[in-house]
Nanobody
Framework: QVQLVESGGGLVQAGGSLRLSCAAS????????MGWFRQAPGKEREFVAA????????YYSDSAKGRFTISRDNAKSTVYLQMNSLKPEDAAVYYC??????????????????WGQGTQVTVSS
């Protein structure tokens, strides 16, 4: 049974940092492309960042670029999202997702096969 479990969310002041973790089980992480998405109240889920399985290529949304960093530790079956200089508009539920298919279009949520339950990030102004 595949499980993706996010952690590390919480309340932080604007300008602060958080590191989200996504622990994967039931799948072989080196065989997966991994992504982070987020969904704020009343809004659609949106792409944040992704990292490819083989070359570790990284992809970011415009809002995340320069502030967020995605990384992976295959030995620990964990993917991370380091978020710096957080803004109130970053507040959302953050989801981890895994793609096991050969084709990968990182920004499209339909490309991902497995999803976590999400972790809440709240940013106070």
């Amino acid at each position: 049974q595949v499980q993706l479990v996010e952690s590390g969310g919480g309340l932080v002041q604007a300008g602060g940092s958080l590191r989200l973790s996504c622990a994967a089980s039931g799948l072989i992480l080196p065989n997966c492309d991994m992504g982070w998405f987020r969904q704020a109240p009343g809004k659609e889920r949106e792409f944040v960042a992704a990292i490819s399985r083989s070359l570790g290529l990284k992809y970011y949304s415009d809002s995340a670029k320069g502030r967020f960093t995605i990384s992976r530790d295959n030995a620990k079956s964990t993917v991370y999202l380091q978020m710096n200089s957080l803004k109130p508009e970053d507040a959302a539920v953050y989801y981890c997702a895994a793609n096991i298919a050969d084709e990968f279009r990182p920004r499209f949520e339909g490309e991902y096969d497995y999803w976590g339950q999400g972790t809440q990030v709240t940013v106070s102004s």
